[in-house]
């Protein structure tokens, strides 16, 4: 990669690089495991002059998302998360019963589920097929398509403006930075708003969330990187909030920059955490690497020494993170037997390059391992409790990240009760 994507600098520096894997939602059917994987570099660089985390657009979204295997409604902290944040935005911007929402990678309806039921006039523009066709059978209006300016005009010509655009996680998942923001302000109502959710480049950096790092996410923000990313479209940070999703993620509200007024001292208070880390330098990235790579380490040995003892440890989850983790350590079904997933459409299927069998989650009871390492760690809190059951056996959770952790799950109930 020579070029920044959003500044056009050839500044670029490399952050850490994980080797080359294939595209982390590629799930393979019975009949594929003797066919080859296209593998792809997995680098991620730095630009010094804008500071936008990035990795090299290898495979487009048309690749992974025309089909996709994530259906955010099997996760019920998010569907609450986007509850609680539908509740909110219908205050924040005053959302009244002629208001017009436009959602960005709208999924399978699972946030707009909660405009419809308040009866306020909304959109879905997603481009899988299978997803967005689950959300229309959901009762939420969805078009398939990625967004553009010209997909934006063409919405905003038959439905008018938008009050409220959201694009939650999907601010990362588009190689044209530019275009993708031009389509997001010919969406918005010259007075309206934009609320992006994105993964935040300092929790990634400071809890080594290496395993975000996948094809589908081409960029990485800071709140510095967004605020130029936004204003090459014609928008304007006003605030932004810090959460809790994904493991440390922003959301950025914007404005066009016309009515966008003074920013919130939110906004310079999150700018000045990451000046103080060192993310408009480069010495907050050059101990990234090696702390990756013990992470690494720190799962091998744990795996080999549980596999020599003669324990069993399978998976929970299949997300697209798990796949960066697993090909990165080299994890094979000698060392994890199998993951499971609620996701029906992922089951019979086999991680990608990892080849690690994906079976419903009651084979967990079923076989009671002595360890089930949780691959989708953000959701600690929600899976310490769906999975609180392995006690029983005196099975044991696994975390790999921020640092391994071997969880007692009866302890944590009993001093969280």
Known sequence: MT?????????????????????????????????AEPAYPLHLRVCTDCW?????PL???????????????????????????????????????????????????????HVVDRGIRCLGIEPSVNVGAAARDAGVPTLTAFL??????????????????????VYAHIPDVIGFTQGLRALVADDGWVSIEVQHLLTLIEENQYDTIYHEHFQYYTVASAIRALASGGLALVDVELLPTHGGSIRLWARPAEVAGEPTARVADVLAREKAAGLQELSGYTEFSARVAKVRRDLLKFLIAAAERGETVVGYGAPGKGNTLLNHCGIRPDLLAY??????????????????????????????????????WNLRAELVEQLSYVHEWGGRLVFPI????????AYVKEVTA
């Open 339 to 376: 993951t499971v997933d609620r996701n029906p459409y992922k089951h019979g299927r086999f991680t990608p390059g990892t080849r690690i069998p994906i079976l419903p989650p009651e084979q967990i009871a079923a076989d009671k391992p002595d360890y089930v390492l949780v691959l989708p």
């Open 402 to 409: 921020p640092e391994l952790s071997i969880v007692d799950v």
């Open 52 to 56: 936008l985390a990035q990795i090299p």
């Open 148 to 169: 553009s300016p010209d997909t934006a005009a063409a919405v905003r010509e038959e439905h008018g403006p938008a009050d409220l655009v959201v694009a939650n996680n």
């Open 59 to 113: 495979i487009t979204p048309e690749e992974t998302f025309s089909e996709y295997a994530y259906f955010s409604s099997f996760s019920t902290s998010w569907v609450e998360h986007a509850r609680t944040f539908v509740e909110d935005a219908v205050q924040r911007v005053g959302l009244g019963p002629d208001a017009f929402v436009a959602e960005v990678a709208s999924n399978d309806g699972y946030l707009l589920r």
């Open 3 to 35: 070029q920044c994507r959003l500044c056009g600098s050839e500044a670029m520096t490399s952050v850490v690089d994980l080797g080359a894997t294939p595209p982390c939602e590629s799930f393979l059917a019975a009949d594929q495991l003797d066919r």
